[in-house]
Structures are given as structure tokens and as C-alpha cells.
């Protein structure tokens, strides 16, 4: 079972990102990036794993097409 310390609040998250807390909220919501709540709070966290799966799926290159 994953502790709370494996999770990032969304500030966090954004800052390892890159990006605002609200460009992480919306890929969040649009299911861009798995996110869970925490039941206490109900505030939005996102597991490290999840961030680094994203980073590396943005950084691949665009394929070119020939022209």
C-alpha cells in the first residue's frame, strides 16, 4: 500500500514539471496525467512514478515527415 510521502501535493508536482499548478490541474483532468485525492483532504496528489512516466512520454521526438 503507498504511503502519503510517495505522493506530491500539486505545487510540488508542477515544479518537478516544469509548468504552472493550473496547466497540472487541467492535464489532470483531462486524464493526461494520473492523479488521486487524498480522502483526508480531498486535495490532488500525483505519485513520482506517474510524473517521470509523463516526462518521458512528452520528450520523445516528433517524428518528421519527409518532404
Do not use: H
Not at 496525467?33 to 510524473?51: E, H, K, S, T, V
Request: proline share 6%.
Amino acid at each position: 500500500m503507498p504511503k502519503l510521502c510517495d505522493y506530491f501535493k500539486t505545487a510540488e508536482a508542477a515544479e518537478i514539471l516544469g509548468v504552472s499548478q493550473n496547466t497540472l490541474r487541467k492535464w489532470a483532468q483531462d486524464g493526461r496525467i494520473p492523479m488521486r485525492r487524498n480522502p483526508a483532504n480531498g486535495y490532488r496528489l500525483f505519485r513520482r512514478d506517474d510524473l517521470d512516466a509523463f516526462l518521458n512520454e512528452v520528450a520523445k521526438p516528433v517524428r518528421q515527415s519527409k518532404k
